[in-house]
């Protein structure tokens, strides 16, 4: 009620002192000149908006007091003195207003909180609680030491959350400083070089030096050398990969050759004992005795005799023919793989370098097709089948030829120069 009747009597203040400028402004309206005129509309103008504002202040003012349930330590904090009223005016008691509303919400959070951990002290179990939904209207009173400890636990908390936005403010702030200053850094060294064109040319050709004796290396490489173990960690891994339709596949071909095995093991196993008998032509006819079992106990004893041999003569040529074949597909797959990335280092030369690139332009254009003759190689063809690292090299081992038939020139040139 005390808080109700200082503002009631700010507003009359307030309230009296406009009537008395009203009452100037208004004792004052036969200007002298024309340019008062305007700045008495403004003053109404402003007059007016500062009466409205009195008047929703007054409402919300008259609101609040109603609606107050806090207790009187919140009161007596917030209750300005005697002497200070007049002199602080409508923005101040306004500012006290909003913070004494922040307050109660806080005030209510905290007692609710309370009132949560106690329950749950209470039933023995944890349940989950938000503390951070202010609420409107509580229901529990608690004492003002609960209530002092809960502010002052809200006070840390918010004391080091502040804190620890202020120092990740200053280490951003450090950091964007740091960053400024090596982009300027970066900016003035960029800025200063200024490079001629006898510096541009140098560089070029000390690029190109590098690019060709890389390129050269690379091809010395793929000749023959053994490859990187990268490579050869992927392509055991690729073998060992077994799928289901490498599994059928390999499973018929095993069906295939023991069938191909047994037939010729059962050919095999069938001796023929023959005599010659000689006809009236003269010519021989071969006669199969009759079988004994004596006989047919020696055929058996024969036959698994000629078994083994053909078993031991046989399986050792499959097991080398098919190690031969797993060489043979290894083989291949690993040129493959090196033509590939030969072919892969071509075109990625081709396309990164300028020089490079401008190799096959220069030399496909027919200025320099007498440069292939200086190495023996007839002019380019473009039907002539060849694989891909030949046509991709043609091209530069022509400059390349050419670069060289120039220099023998310069060379034999250089004795008439000589004093």
Same mark, same amino acid.
């Given at each position: 009620m005390a808080i109700a009747t200082n503002m009631h009597r700010r507003g009359n203040n307030v309230g009296s002192s406009d009537t008395m400028e009203e009452r100037k402004v208004k004792s004052d309206s036969a200007p002298k000149h024309d340019d008062l005129d305007g700045l008495r509309a403004e003053y109404l103008e402003a007059l007016e908006e500062t009466? &409205? =504002?009195?008047?929703? @202040?007054?409402?919300?003012?008259?609101?609040?007091?109603?609606?107050?349930? +806090?207790?009187?330590?919140?009161?007596?904090?917030?209750? !300005?003195? $005697?002497?200070?009223?007049?002199?602080?005016? #409508? =923005?101040?008691?306004?500012?006290?207003?909003?913070?004494?509303?922040?307050?109660?919400?806080k005030h209510a959070s905290l007692v609710a909180l309370a009132d949560g951990l106690e329950s749950a002290k209470s039933s023995g179990a944890v349940a989950p609680f938000d503390a951070g939904v202010p609420i409107?209207?509580?229901?529990?009173?608690?004492?003002?030491?609960?209530?002092?400890?809960?502010?002052?636990?809200?006070? $840390? /908390?918010l004391a080091r959350s502040m804190q620890a936005l202020e120092m990740a403010v200053v280490q951003a702030h450090q950091e964007a400083m740091r960053e400024k200053a090596k982009v300027e850094e970066v900016k003035s060294r960029t800025g200063a070089i200024h490079p001629t064109a006898q510096q541009h040319v140098q560089s070029m050709l000390a690029t190109r030096r590098v690019l060709t004796a890389w390129l050269e290396e690379g091809l010395e490489l793929c000749q023959g050398r053994e490859t990187h173990a990268e490579s050869e960690t992927v392509e055991?891994?690729?073998?060992?990969?077994?799928?289901? !339709?490498?599994?059928?596949?390999? @499973?018929?071909? @095993?069906?295939?050759?023991?069938?191909?095995?047994?037939?010729?093991?059962?050919a095999l196993s069938k001796p023929v004992h023959v005599h010659s008998g000689q006809h009236l032509d003269g010519s021989h006819e071969l006669v199969a005795p009759t079988a004994s079992p004596s006989m047919m106990r020696g055929d058996e004893v024969e036959a698994n005799g000629l078994l083994n041999t053909v078993e031991?003569?046989?399986?050792?040529?499959?097991?080398?023919?098919?190690? &031969?074949?797993?060489?043979?597909?290894?083989?291949?797959?690993?040129?493959?793989?090196?033509? =590939?990335?030969?072919? /892969? *280092?071509?075109?990625?030369?081709?396309?990164?370098?300028?020089?490079?690139?401008?190799?096959?332009?220069?030399?496909?254009?027919?200025?320099?097709?007498?440069?292939?003759?200086?190495? +023996?190689?007839?002019? @380019? /063809?473009?039907?002539? *089948?060849?694989? +891909?690292?030949?046509?991709?090299?043609? #091209?530069?081992?022509?400059?390349? =030829?050419?670069?060289?038939?120039?220099? /023998?020139?310069?060379?034999?040139?250089? #004795?008439?120069?000589d004093y």
């Open positions: 009466r &409205a =504002a009195q008047r929703r @202040y007054k409402i919300a003012a008259s609101t609040a007091c109603r609606a107050q349930t +806090g207790t009187e330590e919140d009161a007596s904090h917030i209750t !300005p003195t $005697d002497g200070g009223s007049d002199a602080e005016g #409508p =923005a101040a008691l306004l500012a006290r207003h909003v913070e004494l509303r922040r307050l109660r919400e409107k209207s509580v229901n529990v009173v608690k004492t003002r030491s609960e209530a002092g400890k809960g502010m002052a636990i809200l006070e $840390d /908390n055991y891994e690729d073998r060992d990969t077994v799928t289901d !339709p490498m599994i059928v596949e390999e @499973y018929e071909r @095993y069906l295939k050759a023991r069938k191909r095995v047994l037939d010729a093991v059962q031991k003569a046989l399986l050792p040529t499959l097991q080398r023919q098919r190690t &031969a074949q797993a060489h043979i597909l290894f083989a291949t797959e690993q040129i493959d793989d090196e033509m =590939a990335k030969t072919i /892969n *280092t071509l075109d990625r030369l081709g396309d990164e370098s300028q020089l490079l690139q401008a190799f096959p332009i220069l030399a496909r254009s027919g200025r320099f097709q007498h440069a292939a003759s200086v190495l +023996g190689k007839r002019a @380019y /063809n473009e039907d002539e *089948t060849k694989d +891909g690292i030949s046509k991709r090299m043609e #091209p530069w081992i022509k400059r390349w =030829a050419k670069e060289g038939r120039r220099w /023998n020139l310069f060379r034999r040139a250089l #004795p008439k120069y």
